[in-house]
């Protein structure tokens, strides 16, 4: 979603490497191997939805707009929100059950998700609503 952010800020905040997906995937591992877990699917029906809903908020990466930063500004928080609460039940499952190393990975990648949805509100704050205001057209977001 970051390529097609129309905003620098926005961005960089969607982009795989700030928001820490790949730091998250190996964590994952790590607890998977350390469990001695295998898994039957690697998507969920909730994770092929949202990635039906990222696609069609992408569209044309060309197409690049304050609008459509809304857009992306909407579906990214609620991506990265329902990322963390996934992360905050395992790490209190994990905890409950005594695992301490899958809690301590699981609780860090909670953290960077809620320092994600922070810096989004942030940038939506101070650069994205701003500059919808200062847009002065009428605003049509199609947001499901």
Known sequence: MGQTAFTPELATAL???TNHSESHVSRLQ???ESQRLKTFRITSALDDELLKI???VVGFTKQKSILKDLQLLHTGKTIFEMKAGSYEV????????????PASL???????????IVYLKQISQNIIYPAAKASGGALKLDIY
């Open 106 to 116: 699981l609780e860090q990648s909670y953290k960077d998700l809620q320092n994600s």
């Open 90 to 101: 395992l790490y209190l499952l994990a905890t409950e059950l005594k695992l301490s190393q």
């Open 54 to 56: 990222t696609k069609e």
């Open 15 to 17: 982009s795989p490497d």
């Open 30 to 32: 790590l607890i998977m």
